[in-house]
């Protein structure tokens, strides 16, 4: 992986998924506004981009092949303002087109109260709160979080 660049990541995991270059395209067509002319068609290794590309090139592959979960930990860390806004209208556009539940571990809850439909709690591996009513996740987090 350390000497592959984005685009040879992609091709390899395509032949692993049985996709056709066709189908890559129209996947990595998805995170044309995210990549933004960062990673694809350039001659850097993975192992020289930013952490914010390569936490970009990760959460391509994650969702390559169709996949029913993915979990995807702190996804917003080491992305500048703008890819935080192009990452999750890409998780909300993803979550409606396709059957995908994503399972997201963040610190953010500013994020993800605008892209969850639930969220729970864990304290020491134990659930805290497990809250499912939209409107009210984010006072209850607040209230949690300083009370």
Known sequence: LAYLTPDEYFQTLRKIYGMSEADLEVH???FTELF??????KKKYIRDLSKGNLKK???AAALMGNPEVVFLDEPFENLDPSSQIR???LI????????TTFLISSHDLNHVTEICDRIVLLEKGKIIRDLQEKEAMMSELEAYFTG
């Open 28 to 30: 990595l067509g998805k």
């Open 36 to 41: 933004n002319d960062e990673i694809r068609g």
């Open 57 to 59: 090139v990760g959460i």
């Open 87 to 89: 990452l999750k209208k």
């Open 92 to 99: 909300l556009k993803e979550k409606e087109d396709s059957r």
